[in-house]
């Protein structure tokens, strides 16, 4: 509307310049001012094209493709993605069969449960216990989210939290799978046929979001890091923005109607006032698309209260179940799908049996990233004719701590060029990191409060402060490399990836949990030998 008033301004100045200009100097003198105008005009329409020429040569536009083949390319990838896991992630590369690069999530995935907690008792000390108990109340993920969408008329509004390693991202992916083919949804089938799918990383909103005025830009922070999320369907190309904005346009409609859209890692939003931004956002847009649509958060407990949902309900993912073999336990289903996948002629009994039949390895089976990683280490092993896992528990967390300094190690190795000066990179080698996670467990062990009364001892977990972590690790660098630690990217890349120790509390940086209290003492007991 407002171009359209300059043009009317623009065609009725024009026109009374004309009249001005015949009734002062007469027709002769109008004939030449509308041949001027004419040539002037087209002269400009020339400009205008040859501009438009000029940019197009120097940035192509996007394929011009219709909007709902940017969708169907968009779910295509998200599916491909979602249900690909890259070996060299989690096994090392000669522990897989030849030729075996990535195995599909549906292969190895095993239905998790969930219990729902008030935002509340997330804030309570009490959660470090829930963390790796069992809830007998516990239901299936599938289930409580299709029978809330059935409840809210599609509206759910739910963050999903747990610890690292807990399995978030992989509940993530098994939800894609059930929208994209709902057969394998089962008895929820029905919730997940037909419906829009978006899943969006947040940490890509982290940038923006670190600007203050984030939050006077209204959702199109959001629509934005949608836009970017559709780039390989749309060309990868700033040209066509028109193609993009329609691709969206359709999108949000769908969602609006019938979808599900899932928001992986708020805690992914390092910084505590971002995340904050972030979390207000993921509100706002709760708002905007209605009660048509469903929208699933993931994050780490440390999120609250500081970036709290209001008004999400709060799904807390429960540990997998660890029962004697042979009962159909989560854990056994794990192995025996991880054998399926990498050693499918091997048979898997051994190692359940090994893992399941003793306590202190039964709990260290409840995570499912422990798990896997105790799957790698007996794959490893039978490669060399050993037995599945050490007899001893002492070699058991000795080849575990190995692994989880390797996987460190190589976590570096990769993010860390271009973040990280080489000489550094070069002084964090795996006995250094190995030194500092048996220095800081030392320390930790000798700070350790005593529990409360009632609270039954075990409840309390072991842990450590940023800044002993960090302290530490200077402590092993060279003197000259010292004040290289002093920075987000070391603290990002190095500090926070460490395997062994997940964050806690109310910011990433305030303190670290270990992935079980058994390594912090096995790791302690060490500390004086090596020194």
């Known amino acids: 509307?407002?171009?359209?008033?300059?043009?009317?301004?623009?065609?009725?100045?024009?026109?009374?310049?004309?009249?001005?200009?015949?009734?002062?100097?007469?027709?002769?003198?109008?004939?030449?001012?509308?041949?001027?105008?004419?040539?002037?005009?087209?002269?400009?329409?020339?400009?205008?094209?040859?501009?438009?020429?000029?940019?197009?040569?120097?940035?192509?536009?996007?394929?011009?493709?219709?909007?709902?083949?940017?969708?169907?390319?968009?779910?295509?990838?998200?599916?491909?993605?979602?249900?690909?896991?890259?070996?060299?992630?989690?096994?090392?590369?000669?522990?897989?069969?030849?030729?075996?690069?990535?195995?599909?999530?549906?292969?190895?995935?095993?239905?998790?449960?969930?219990?729902?907690?008030?935002?509340?008792?997330?804030?309570?000390?009490?959660?470090?216990?829930?963390?790796?108990?069992?809830?007998?109340?516990?239901?299936?993920?599938?289930?409580?989210?299709?029978?809330?969408?059935?409840?809210?008329?599609?509206?759910?509004?739910?963050?999903?939290?747990a610890d690292a390693g807990m399995g978030k991202s992989s509940v993530v992916g098994d939800l894609i799978h059930c929208c994209l083919e709902p057969e394998r949804a089962e008895a929820q089938a029905a919730t997940f046929r037909g419906r829009a799918l978006l899943r969006l990383d947040l940490r890509r909103l982290a940038s923006a979001a670190a600007d203050p005025g984030f939050g006077r830009r209204g959702s199109a922070p959001f629509?934005?890091?949608?836009?970017?999320?559709?780039?390989?369907?749309?060309?990868?190309?700033?040209?066509?923005?028109?193609?993009?904005?329609?691709?969206?346009?359709?999108?949000?409609?769908?969602?609006?109607?019938?979808?599900?859209?899932?928001?992986?890692?708020?805690?992914?939003?390092?910084?505590?006032?971002?995340?904050?931004?972030?979390?207000?956002?993921?509100?706002?847009?709760?708002?905007?698309?209605?009660?048509?649509c469903a929208i699933l958060v993931t994050a780490r407990p440390y999120v609250y209260p500081e970036a709290a949902l209001r008004d999400f309900r709060v799904w807390q993912l429960q540990p997998l179940s660890v029962d004697r073999p042979g009962q159909g336990s989560q854990a056994e289903a794990l192995v025996v799908n991880w054998h399926r996948a990498l050693a499918p002629r091997a048979d898997p009994g051994e190692l359940v049996e090994s893992l399941l039949t003793e306590p202190e390895r039964a709990v260290l089976a409840a995570r499912p990233l422990l798990l896997t990683l105790l799957v790698a280490l007996a794959l490893a092993r039978r490669t060399d004719g050993a037995r599945p896992l050490p007899r001893r528990r002492d070699q058991l967390m000795e080849q575990a701590t190995e692994l989880f300094v390797r996987r460190w190690f190589q976590r570096i190795e990769r993010d860390g060029p271009g973040q990280l000066t080489p000489a550094l990179l070069a002084a964090l080698d795996q006995g250094l990191l190995r030194r500092v996670l048996e220095q800081l467990s030392l320390e930790a062990q000798q700070d350790r409060r005593e529990p409360a009364r009632g609270d039954g001892g075990e409840a309390v977990q072991v842990e450590v402060w940023s800044s002993q972590f960090l302290g530490v690790l200077q402590d092993e660098l060279p003197t000259d490399l010292r004040r290289e630690t002093d920075t987000h990217a070391f603290s990002r890349i190095v500090v926070e990836r460490a395997g062994l120790l997940f964050p806690r509390g109310g910011d990433v940086r305030v303190r670290f949990g270990y992935a079980h209290r058994q390594f912090s003492g096995y790791l302690a007991l060490n500390a004086p030998v090596y020194a």
Not at 61 to 69: F, G, M, Q, S, T
Not at 249 to 259: I, T
Request: hydrophobic share 45%.
């Open 223 to 292: 629509w934005d890091a949608v836009i970017a999320e559709l780039g390989d369907e749309l060309g990868g190309n700033n040209g066509g923005r028109a193609d993009s904005e329609a691709a969206v346009r359709q999108l949000c409609g769908a969602l609006q109607n019938h979808g599900l859209v899932l928001l992986d890692g708020l805690d992914e939003v390092l910084d505590p006032e971002p995340r904050r931004r972030v979390a207000d956002l993921v509100q706002q847009l709760g708002r905007e698309l209605g009660p048509g």
């Open 1 to 161: 509307m407002r171009l359209l008033g300059w043009l009317a301004l623009l065609l009725g100045s024009l026109v009374f310049a004309g009249y001005d200009i015949h009734v002062r100097f007469g027709k002769g003198y109008l004939d030449t001012y509308l041949v001027g105008l004419t040539l002037a005009c087209t002269f400009f329409a020339f400009v205008l094209a040859l501009v438009g020429w000029l940019q197009q040569r120097h940035d192509p536009p996007l394929k011009n493709v219709a909007a709902d083949e940017v969708l169907a390319g968009y779910r295509e990838r998200l599916h491909r993605q979602a249900q690909t896991l890259p070996i060299d992630a989690i096994f090392d590369p000669e522990d897989a069969p030849e030729g075996c690069d990535a195995v599909r999530l549906m292969d190895i995935y095993v239905p998790m449960d969930l219990v729902e907690r008030a935002a509340t008792e997330i804030n309570e000390r009490r959660f470090r216990e829930w963390s790796l108990l069992r809830e007998a109340k516990a239901r299936p993920v599938r289930e409580q989210l299709a029978q809330a969408i059935a409840q809210a008329r599609g509206g759910v509004r739910a963050v999903l939290v």
